[in-house]
């Protein structure tokens, strides 16, 4: 143990992310100030104000300060060479490691851009006529970007993972006490379609994939229960390839508020590929796949791990086979 007595130490870092993971783990309310009685939060910059480098006197150089912790969690992808150096400083500060949330499991959202090139997008954003005024490419005393987002273990070794965009707060209390314990935490091993009570029927309403602007059909003063299931209804709905761990007392998060699920817990299975498993779901329902107007959105949130890579790369992979 630290100097923090008895209690165990804990250290949380943002990456390529949002804050959604700690904004998730603040909101779980009573748990969380429970949590505060029995851990020490020892680094969390989007609370606590820290200085992440400190300046070798003899050398000049600086160096990443992050204080060592029992448990840490890293929410984000990596996609600048300071947050390889952050990240790596966590794997050496920390005994045990949690990738936290989709975007440092599976590279998350910030991993769409893996489908170009950083010319390209950088190009489109700084350079293409908007309501901004077009600009260079800004080099002075920023982080160098890498070449695409990578999800966390491309880049350290990780002991736990705990997807979710973001994972609900409770569940992340429950991992750090499993782990305090010496436990291996439990995680939802089904997928959204085991959690959710939606009427199926089983057979689709149509054989081309609609929009997600386009209303599904549904009374709002009815449960949940007696509405048609999304994906029966033609809708892009990934439940059936995505892992359970949304779900509250009413249903998974999205279902309940009517709208399909995107996938944001990521597969259900190790190593698993959202896009093939729903197209060959898709293809065994009867569903003209090719109706999917951009079916780069069935990695929406698994990006990394070179599943998402620029047209021009794969064109270069198949030209060279």
């Known amino acids: 143990m630290k100097e923090s007595g008895n209690k165990t130490t804990v250290a949380l870092q943002g990456l390529h992310a949002c804050s959604g993971c700690e904004i998730a783990l603040i909101d779980a309310g009573q748990q969380f100030i429970t949590f505060l009685e029995d851990f020490v939060i020892v680094h969390l910059p989007l609370l606590m104000d820290h200085k992440y480098f400190e300046v070798d006197a003899f050398k000049g150089q600086a160096h990443i300060q992050i204080p060592e912790a029992e448990i840490g969690l890293v929410s984000g992808g990596v996609a600048n060479e300071e947050q390889e150096a952050i990240l790596k400083k966590m794997r050496d500060s920390c005994q045990t490691l949690v990738a936290l949330g989709t975007c440092a499991t599976h590279g998350g ?132 390839v995505t892992a359970a761990g949304c779900a509250g007392a009413k249903g998974p998060g999205c279902i309940v508020a009517r709208v399909p699920c995107r996938g944001c817990f990521g597969p259900v299975k190790d190593g698993g590929n959202q896009m093939l498993d729903m197209i060959n779901g898709l293809a065994s329902m009867g569903v003209d796949w090719k109706s999917i107007e951009d079916r780069r959105l069935l990695l929406r949130f698994m990006g990394a791990h070179g599943l998402l890579r620029p047209a021009s790369a794969v064109g270069d992979e198949i030209e060279n086979e």
Do not use: H
Request: charged share 25%; glycine share 6%.
């Open 109 to 240: 959202i910030p991993a769409l851009v893996n489908s170009w090139t950083w010319n390209e997008s950088l190009a489109t954003i700084l350079s293409t006529c908007s309501t901004e005024q077009p600009a260079s490419t800004p080099k002075d005393g920023l982080p160098r970007p890498l070449e695409r987002v990578y999800a966390l273990d491309e880049m350290v070794d990780i002991d736990m993972y705990v997807p979710g965009c973001p994972p609900r707060g409770e569940e992340i209390v429950q991992v750090i006490r499993a782990l305090a314990r010496g436990e291996d935490p439990v995680l939802p091993q089904k997928s959204v379609c085991d959690t959710c009570p939606a009427l199926r029927k089983g057979k689709v309403a149509t054989k081309a994939v609609k929009r997600f602007v386009e209303n599904a059909s549904f009374d709002p003063d009815q449960p949940l229960e007696e509405m048609r299931c999304l994906l029966e209804q033609g809708f892009m709905c990934m439940g059936p």
